[in-house]
């Protein structure tokens, strides 16, 4: 086996994962203090206490949010200090408006968190406001200074469509017979683009800049070049259930039930597809230079090995019921992440001359009650992430690999990635809303490597005035210009399959 290169991160190590683990490493400075994301997706802020753990976020009372924060993603490059996202009032609002139970007075506006929307979408905008005005007047301004369109400036809820991303100003004055009151407040804008389907399967390759979405009817793949949004249809047999690039890039693998269909790539060429049977459901991908490996969650599970040259189905495993798979670049071993116990990762050797598969070394973290079932691979094939947020270092040597190291911000995610540099992740999380009964705003934060802890927040669109209902955060990707890709799919609310493609572009760390 080739030998990896070691990887060692600053972190919080799981005690009681495995006897010979190292001692545990606080996952913050005590009287340290950092920002937080509160129910509601806006931010808060948390202390370190002395046993190296963080208290739980401090929201601002009443409102469940912290205000916001110099950090969130920016629309227009680098970063800046969003910290949450209008949904509610009118079709797309900031919810308020005229309060006539407080008739006596000047006007008292409540000046709204910084909020995130989209590009082209027009927006209802609104503010919280105690006594009740006569008279309104609103105005916008641009990222570059200039004055915007306002629609009805003179009522409590006009509305106004931001023309290009980036940071607008918004200036609202109300008045009555006994005063008025003046407030500003920032928009971030960002761009959108929306799909007329919820992918079955999302892969993304970023050296070819390919993202292959999947569609259940008609079944096929939308394949997308991230740089253009330009996208090519793929017709298939049938749905496809899982994806994967090779790592070339040159071969897309779609896991199909009782099927295994190979869309190939030549230079000038449409794409061409090949198809193999196989005996169970292809649930989970993992791709190599010539084989794919697939598992199947049905029955009492199993993992199989396909030649993607012959079709021949070369070794299959039964009982291993997994919800994720990801091979190693070194095609000498894969790791799943079991359905059953979805904190369990396992590692699974492989002969070189297919054939059944090697010895099974199973690691257990203890993540008990939350919702782990994700799993990632760094880019650089040293860690594996899972979707409480726990980081594994990996060694091809069984006696040091999958060694705890270290946790992300106290969270579930469900997208990870990395920044360009490959110095921070890029995690997508999706929070509950304050009453804990529903998805509430999805996040994104960027978090160091070196460290595992937060420098970043932004809250993404949850709502478009296009869709009545919630959007949730699927799946994140970071391309070779340092822009993130994130799928928003259609939750609560939306009877109609729709996804929300946003970008945003990064700075540094």
């Known amino acids: 086996m080739r030998r990896l290169a070691s990887w060692m991160m600053v972190g919080l190590l799981f005690g009681g994962l495995l006897s010979s683990a190292p001692a545990c490493v606080p996952l913050c400075t005590p009287g340290a203090e950092q920002a937080c994301t509160c129910n509601t997706g806006a931010m808060g802020s948390q202390l370190c206490r ?33 910290g949450g996202f209008a949904s509610a009032g009118g079709s797309f609002g900031f919810g308020g408006g005229g309060n006539p139970g407080f ?84 928009l971030v804008a960002v761009e959108a683009r929306v799909l007329p389907f919820t992918p079955t399967a ?55 039930v009782s099927q295994v269909q190979v869309v190939s790539f030549v230079s000038g060429a449409a794409p061409t597809v090949v198809s193999w049977p196989i005996a169970s459901t292809a649930e989970s991908l993992g791709v190599g ?31 291993r019921s997994a919800q994720h798979l990801r091979l190693h670049p070194d095609e000498e071993r894969l790791y799943v992440l079991e359905a059953r116990f979805s904190s369990t990762v396992t590692r699974i050797d492989l002969y070189p001359d297919g054939g059944s598969f ?84 999805p996040v994104l934060i960027r978090a160091r490597r070196d460290t595992l802890l937060q420098s970043s927040v932004r809250a993404l669109p949850s709502r478009m005035t296009t869709l009545s209902g919630t959007l949730v955060g699927r799946h994140v990707f970071v391309d070779d210009t340092n822009t993130a890709h994130v799928l928003l799919v259609a939750g609560p609310g939306l009877p109609t399959p729709r996804t929300v493609w946003v970008t945003l572009p990064m700075g540094g760390r």
Do not use: K
Request: glycine share 14%; aromatic share 8%; charged share 15%.
């Open 50 to 82: 002395s046993d190296g753990y963080f208290d739980p976020c401090r929201c601002a009372p009443g409102f469940g949010t912290g205000g916001s924060f110099a950090g969130g993603f920016a629309a227009a490059g680098g970063f800046s200090s969003a």
């Open 202 to 256: 999302v892969a993304h390759h970023r050296e070819t800049h390919r993202l292959a979405l999947g569609r259940d009817s008609p079944p096929g793949i939308e394949l997308y070049d991230v740089r253009t949004g330009q996208a090519v249809t793929v017709p298939l047999m049938r749905i496809p259930l899982a994806l994967a690039f090779s790592p070339d890039g040159a071969q897309l693998v779609a896991g199909q």
């Open 358 to 441: 090697g010895s099974l070394n199973r690691f257990e973290s203890s993540q008990s009650g939350l919702d782990c079932s994700e799993l990632w691979m760094t880019r650089d094939s040293t860690q594996l992430v899972t979707g409480c947020g726990s980081l594994y270092r990996l060694s091809a040597l069984v006696a040091s690999d999958l060694t705890a190291g270290g946790r992300l911000p106290q969270a579930t995610y469900r997208g990870l990635d990395e920044a360009d540099d490959g110095g921070t992740f890029v995690a997508l999380q999706q929070p509950l809303d304050r009453f804990n009964t529903g998805p509430g705003l």
């Open 289 to 319: 230079t010539s084989h794919a490996y697939w598992t199947t969650m049905s029955g009492s599970g199993g993992l199989g090995r396909l030649d993607l040259r012959s079709g021949a189905v070369e070794g299959f495993m039964n009982g």
């Open 103 to 186: 008739a006596g007075g000047a006007p008292t506006l409540t000046m709204p968190p910084t909020y995130t929307v989209v590009v082209g979408q027009p927006l209802t905008l609104s503010i919280e406001v105690m006594s009740t005005p006569t008279s309104w007047s609103w105005t916008v301004t641009g990222p570059d200074g200039g004055a915007e369109a306002v629609t009805a400036p003179s009522t409590d809820t006009p509305s106004f469509t931001p023309r290009a991303p980036g940071t607008y100003r918004v200036d609202v004055t109300a008045a009555n017979s006994n005063g008025q009151a003046s407030t500003n407040f920032p």
